[in-house]
Every structure is written in structure tokens, then in C-alpha cells.
């Protein structure tokens, strides 16, 4: 009898990779063997696909039946393999033709009634079947708003196997993607909102300009929360590749929107400081699924009472904030998701934190083992520091007209434009992307203007990271000021900002 062979994707990460599912009936009693390195969920796809066969008025094979899926040292995680199994199973034993199969790939979870259920990582699935070259797809009909964001890729929405069995007869049976609506845009508050605070509204205007991390310190109430969420609506929408990118993570995570699937404004995360490690990183057993971090990706990571949270959560950030990714490693493989986010903490300045600090009651002790709990290696990743006041009166005479998020965006994103085609060679969009050596040696400014961070380095005052970082702010405050190169009041205005928050 010959082998029935059918496609599916193995998703590692955000990462696909074609899997070949094949079927081979015969050579022992009744049985099914299943063999590549399946886990629990996939070793109990036999059954609901045995009963989903029969539920849908096909005969499964009454001998032995072996299936392999290959690469067979790739780890197989998931149900989203057993549509491919049960067309695989039913072409080696003849009841359906192969001539439909070729160049396609099948993604779904089949109930015991013959129902295609929906799965998670139907997009980065599709991607990486489009990169292997796969003509069409078959996903289950609830995903087939995710799906319909594929381009190149003819894609079909099946809502039970008896439908993809007929449309692999002959007939047209499956359902075709409606067009993706129109982008809805995402309810962004707006920085008009916040009253006073001009250095802290200054601090995330650079901080969106040029990408960078950004604390803020500060007694409650004073808006370090209000001005955190709106710095998403500062950032520039994100480009078709980005949107992808970004969609893909929600995609594995299961929470994109039915009504607008396409992520087109940079996403914002803000995790309760009692958030477990895993799920703020990713973890997991077997293969690491992606934490918080990886949602954010593209976005702003927000941690809302940074001192509150468990040190270890903390320093997991360092590698991420460096190198834009986070790995992980767990006892069926390693994993890599993105993770280049912009980092805000908030924090009060001690843990009574009361309105005025001539009411603080804690001791200086105290004070000091509270705000240690950001470590000096996780603070010397942060680009911006700054120390918010109280507010000292509610009525808007108090204060000048605030401007609006679109008059402070447009400013933004003159300054992102100047620094994109600034560094375009090298494939950086933001000051913060840049190596220190690069600004040190191509990029190099005059003696005189790099003089106070030269000489807070022999000071000690100043870690080499720390200059870098001092570095990449003043090319951001040029380029908001539209000047050509960084002078000496932008490096001095730069270090400042590294300086503020303990004030």
C-alpha cells in the first residue's frame, strides 16, 4: 500500500519549520504508532483522529498504521498536527486523492465529532510555510481572520474534516478569507491629560524620539503612570514588517482582536510587580512558551512599582535590554523570542511614600535598601532619570496649556526620520540601536564636547556603559533640536539626565 503523505508546521519560538506527516497502513494487528519526537498532546492526536474519521463517515484503516513526522529530531508540540494526520492516514489508504496536496499545508485540531478547532500560531505558521515554498493552506475556519494576513499564500478556511476531504475530491467545499478590515486605530490616551511635570514630559519626549529606557521617580498621584501610557501614542506606527512581527507573538500567544487582527500601534505591557518570573520572561516545561516581555516587543514594557518587584525579575531584564532577545533553555530545546522593548519604571521615591516628602516617616536606612532594590547594573541600562514633584495646584490657570500628543508626535518623528537615514547603512532606526564603539570612533565628537563625561569617567562617576548611553541621548537631543551633530550642551543635558532622579 502505498504512503500518504501530508504538511503541517512545527512552531519553535515564533519560528516555523515544515513538518512532512507521513502514513504508512499495514505490516501488524490493528494499531497506531506515532513516532518524531511527539509530546503528551500530540501522542493523544490517534484517537480524536480516529474517532473523527469515523464520525465523518470514513473508514479507518483496520490494520497498523505508522506515522512519522519528520525532521523527526524536531520537537512536535501540540494538536495543531491532527488535520494533516487524518488526510495523511486516509490518502495511504486510498479513500481520498493526493493530486490537491502537493505545495499545501493543514493546520487544525480535529474534535471526536470531525470539527476543526482553532489553534494558536496559525500566522507565524503561515509565514514559514510561505518561506518553504507552500502554495496554499488549510486552516481551520475560525483563524481564518489571522490567515487572511498572509499574502502570496492561497488560503482556505475549513470548519470540519468531511468539508477538506470533499475539496480534496474535487468539490469546493472550504471557505475563502474575507478581506482584513480596516485598520482600527487603538484608543491611545492622550499626554494633554497630564498637568505640569515639564522635565518628565520633556524626559519622554527624548525617550520616544530616541528609543531609550526611561524611570521615573516620584510620590504617588503625581502622573508617572499617566505619562507612562501615553509614550505608545508618541511612537510612530510600526512598519508592515513590524506589524508581522508583532502580530506573530500575539498570534502564539492567543490574543489577537477578531475585530482588527493586524497590530499596527506599538503594543503596551504593564505587568503587577507579583508577576512570576515565567510568566514575565517565558518558561515553561518541555519548550518554553514566551513571556511578557516577548508581548512587548516592539513596544513599552511598563513596571508599575518597579521597587516592589522580586530582584530576580528584575536583573532577568539586563540581557533583554541589551541584546533585544531573551533565550531560554528547557529540556526539549532552546528557544529565542523577541524582546526589544522600551522600558519605563516608575517608582516611589521610599515605601511609605507619602504625598510631601516632609511627611516621610521611613529612616534613611530605609530609604536607602528601598531604592537599592534597582540594582547598579540594571540602572546603568536606563538612559533617562527622572525625579517628579508634587503637584501644587488642580486648577489649569496653575499651568501653562499642555500640549497634545499629535503636536509632541510630529516632533518625534522628525527626529526618528533624521536618525533613520543617519544610520540606514549600518540597518539602525534608533540612537539607542547603536553601538557605543561606533559612536566612539565613526561617529566621534570633538574633545571639547565630550569633556564632562571624560571627566566623570576618571571620577568614577560614570561607568563606560553609562557613557555610551550619554552618548546616544545627546545625538537624540540633536536631532530633536535639528541640528547636525551633538554640542556640548546636549552631552551636558544628557548626563544630567543620568543625575536627576536621586535628587
Known sequence: MPIGRAWSVALLGIDGRLIEIEADIGGGLPAVKLVGLPDAGLREAKDRVRSAVRNSGRQWPGEKVTLGLSPANLPKLGSGYDLAIAVAVL????????????????????????????????????????????????????????????????????????????WLEGEDALAAPEPPDETVP??????????????????????????????????????????????????PRLSAEESLEVTAVHSVHGSLSRKAPLITVPPFVAPHHSVSMAALVGGGSGVAVPGLITRAHRGVLLLDEACEFGADR?????????????RLARAKGSVCYPARFQLVLATNPCPCAPPRETDCTCSPNARRRYLN?????????????????????????????????????????????????????????????????????????????????????????????????????????????????PEGDHVAAALDFRDRWAA
Open 91 to 166: 490518502t495511504a489508504a486510498g479513500n481520498v486523492p493526493s493530486t490537491r496536496l502537493l505545495g499545501t499545508v493543514l493546520l487544525g485540531e480535529l474534535a471526536l465529532d470531525g470539527r476543526v478547532r482553532e489553534i494558536r500560531g496559525v500566522l507565524p505558521g503561515l509565514l514559514a510555510a510561505r518561506k518553504a515554498g507552500m502554495k496554499r493552506a488549510i486552516v481551520p475556519a475560525a483563524s481564518l481572520f489571522e490567515a487572511a494576513l498572509v499574502d502570496g499564500l492561497e488560503v482556505h478556511g475549513a470548519a470540519r474534516l468531511r468539508d477538506v476531504l470533499a
Open 186 to 235: 487603538a484608543d491611545v490616551p492622550d499626554l494633554c491629560d497630564v498637568l505640569g511635570q515639564p522635565e518628565a514630559r520633556w524626559a519622554l519626549e527624548v525617550a520616544a524620539a530616541g528609543g531609550h529606557h526611561l524611570l521615573l521617580s516620584g510620590p504617588p498621584g503625581v502622573g508617572k503612570t499617566m505619562l507612562a501610557k501615553r509614550l505608545p501614542g508618541l511612537l
Open 314 to 326: 528584575l536583573e532577568s531584564l539586563r540581557t533583554a535590554l541589551e541584546e533585544g532577545e531573551i
Open 373 to 485: 532594590r534597582l540594582s547598579g547594573p540594571l540602572l546603568d541600562r536606563v538612559d533617562l532619570r527622572v525625579r517628579m514633584r508634587p503637584i501644587t495646584a488642580m486648577s489649569s490657570r496653575g499651568f501653562d496649556k499642555p500640549e497634545t500628543t499629535e503636536v509632541v508626535r510630529d516632533r518625534v518623528l522628525a527626529a526618528r526620520t533624521r536618525a533613520a537615514e543617519r544610520w540606514a547603512a549600518h540597518g539602525w532606526r534608533t540612537n539607542a540601536e547603536v553601538p557605543g564603539p561606533v559612536l566612539r570612533r565613526e561617529f566621534a565628537l570633538p574633545p571639547k564636547v565630550t569633556g564632562l563625561l571624560d571627566r566623570g569617567l576618571d571620577r568614577g562617576l560614570l561607568t563606560a556603559r553609562g557613557a555610551d548611553r550619554c552618548l546616544r541621548i545627546a545625538w537624540t537631543l540633536a536631532d530633536l533640536a535639528e541640528v547636525a551633530r
